[in-house]
């Protein structure tokens, strides 16, 4: 059984007042556990995902969270009374995980008298006043790349491509400039969370199914069996230099399911003879 809390707490008490809006950042900071929130009687409106805003906000009644994953919500209160806020009962696949339901925080709706009344919510151009981000470009693909997460039981390892993580060996090598569409594919039972350090990305489809632009993020649930496809402009000289692409599950990165990309400047040295890439490029 694993034992869950907000910032260190069990079972908090939220106060807020009857038709005040708070904006809430949540964040799964755990090794390996989902949480699927709800709050009694009340909606979640979602204005941002791993630090990028949303262009459209997202009302939903449930949130999953995998490890590493973020979201910005906006939570208006109910009349006044006490509401749960709960992790549901969640399961990660045949392979995966278990996670019992969990009483997380108590939301208390109550008149204040030091304070003023709530005021009406601002519009959420005001209150998310981060400018909005811009779908990355279709026009020029350079590479398309597959990315397999697989994992054997018998010896408990877990693999990128067919590969366990070795920090001495470049996986995937990509020029400054380039705008690359990768399709990130599970082919075992249970959830992965991919997650790629230094850059966020465009979710373009899942299981096939095209994606609508809402916003950029740098972790997407890949589901069992399934893929999505996610589209990263490698554009920013800062990421020159190697980093990490991985699933965030912890014990499944520290098993072997992590990967070393590194970006280099065309301009600042020479183009290798031959691509150090394990992973599919376009036209190959």
């Given at each position: 059984f694993v034992i869950k809390t907000i910032n260190g707490q069990l079972m908090p008490r939220i106060d807020?007042?009857?038709?005040?809006?708070?904006?809430?950042?949540?964040?799964d900071q755990t090794a390996?556990?989902?949480?699927?929130?709800?709050?009694d009687r009340h909606a979640f409106t979602v204005i941002g995902r791993d630090g990028h805003p949303l262009s459209q906000p997202v009302v939903t009644r449930e949130l999953l969270l995998g490890p590493s994953?973020?979201?910005?919500?906006?939570?208006?209160a109910g009349k006044t009374g006490s509401y749960l806020f709960v992790a549901q009962t969640t399961w990660t696949g045949p392979a995966g995980d278990h996670f019992q339901a969990q009483n997380m925080a108590l939301l208390v709706s109550s008149p204040d008298p030091s304070r003023p009344a709530a005021a009406p919510l601002q519009?959420?151009?005001?209150?998310?006043?981060?400018?909005?981000?811009?779908p990355i470009?279709?026009?020029?693909?350079?590479?398309r790349r597959t990315v397999v997460f697989s994992e054997d039981p018998v010896t408990g390892l877990f693999f990128i491509n067919h590969q366990t993580f070795d920090h001495t060996r470049v996986d995937v090598r990509v020029p400054l400039g380039s705008i690359e569409e990768w399709t990130i594919r599970n082919s075992s039972d249970e959830l992965h969370v991919f997650h790629i350090h230094q850059v966020a990305f465009q979710v373009v489809s899942?299981?096939?199914?095209?994606?609508?632009?809402?916003?950029?993020q740098d972790t997407?649930?890949?589901p069992l069996h399934g893929e999505v496809t996610i589209r990263i402009a490698f554009v920013d000289p800062i990421i020159v230099g190697r980093f990490m692409f991985h699933c965030h599950i912890l014990e499944h990165e520290d098993?072997?399911?992590?990967?070393?990309?590194?970006?280099f400047d065309p301009k600042a040295a020479p183009v290798p003879d031959h691509d150090m890439s394990r992973m599919d490029h376009a036209g190959t």
């Amino acid at each position: 059984f694993v034992i869950k809390t907000i910032n260190g707490q069990l079972m908090p008490r939220i106060d807020i007042q009857p038709g005040e809006t708070q904006l809430w950042r949540l964040s799964d900071q755990t090794a390996d556990t989902y949480f699927r929130l709800t709050l009694d009687r009340h909606a979640f409106t979602v204005i941002g995902r791993d630090g990028h805003p949303l262009s459209q906000p997202v009302v939903t009644r449930e949130l999953l969270l995998g490890p590493s994953e973020r979201a910005d919500v906006l939570v208006t209160a109910g009349k006044t009374g006490s509401y749960l806020f709960v992790a549901q009962t969640t399961w990660t696949g045949p392979a995966g995980d278990h996670f019992q339901a969990q009483n997380m925080a108590l939301l208390v709706s109550s008149p204040d008298p030091s304070r003023p009344a709530a005021a009406p919510l601002q519009p959420l151009s005001v209150v998310n006043a981060r400018p909005a981000e811009q779908p990355i470009s279709a026009d020029r693909i350079d590479a398309r790349r597959t990315v397999v997460f697989s994992e054997d039981p018998v010896t408990g390892l877990f693999f990128i491509n067919h590969q366990t993580f070795d920090h001495t060996r470049v996986d995937v090598r990509v020029p400054l400039g380039s705008i690359e569409e990768w399709t990130i594919r599970n082919s075992s039972d249970e959830l992965h969370v991919f997650h790629i350090h230094q850059v966020a990305f465009q979710v373009v489809s899942v299981n096939g199914t095209p994606i609508p632009f809402n916003g950029l993020q740098d972790t997407i649930d890949v589901p069992l069996h399934g893929e999505v496809t996610i589209r990263i402009a490698f554009v920013d000289p800062i990421i020159v230099g190697r980093f990490m692409f991985h699933c965030h599950i912890l014990e499944h990165e520290d098993k072997g399911m992590m990967a070393v990309i590194e970006v280099f400047d065309p301009k600042a040295a020479p183009v290798p003879d031959h691509d150090m890439s394990r992973m599919d490029h376009a036209g190959t």
